[in-house]
C-alpha cells in the first residue's frame, strides 16, 4: 500500500512514488522522459549507499517502461544534492539544461547511465 504522501501526490499533482522503507523518489512521466520531485532517504539510512540503491531500482524500472530521459532540479546549496550531480556530469551521462538562482535542471541520460553500469 502507498503512502498516505504517495497517495496525495498522485491524486492531487499527478506525480508517482517509488518507495522502500527506507526512502523514496516522486516523480511524473511525460511522454518518453520522467521529471523529478523528491527524493528522501531516512536519516538512519544516509551514507550507507541506499541512496543510490533507491535511484537504480528506479532507473531500471523507468528504462523498463520505455523512459529514456530523467530531468530532476538540483538546488545547489544542498551539498548532498550538489555531490549527486557532479557524479552524473563528470561521468558524463548528465547535462546542465537550465541554471537558475538557487538551482540547476540537469537531463540525465537513462539509458547512457545503464550502458556505463554494464562495463
Known amino acids: 500500500m502507498k ?6 501526490l498522485k491524486e492531487k499533482e499527478g506525480f508517482d512514488t ?13 511522454g518518453e522522459v520522467a521529471v523529478g520531485r523528491d527524493f528522501f532517504v ?7 549507499g541506499s ?8 532507473r531500471e524500472q523507468l528504462i ?15 551539498d548532498d544534492a550538489t555531490r549527486m550531480a557532479l557524479m552524473y556530469l563528470v561521468a ?4 546542465i539544461v537550465d541554471a537558475r538562482d538557487g538551482g540547476l535542471v540537469m537531463e540525465i541520460d537513462l539509458c547512457a547511465v545503464k550502458e556505463q553500469d554494464r562495463r
Open 18 to 30: 517509488f518507495e522502500t522503507e527506507y526512502g523514496f523518489i516522486s516523480y511524473q512521466i511525460r
Open 64 to 78: 523498463d517502461e520505455g523512459i529514456s530521459k530523467f530531468y530532476v532540479a538540483v538546488p545547489t546549496f544542498r
Open 51 to 58: 541512496a543510490r540503491k533507491l535511484w537504480e531500482s528506479l
Open 92 to 95: 558524463g551521462n548528465a547535462k
Open 3 to 8: 503512502s498516505l504522501y504517495a497517495q496525495y
Open 42 to 48: 531516512i536519516s538512519e539510512n544516509r551514507g550507507d
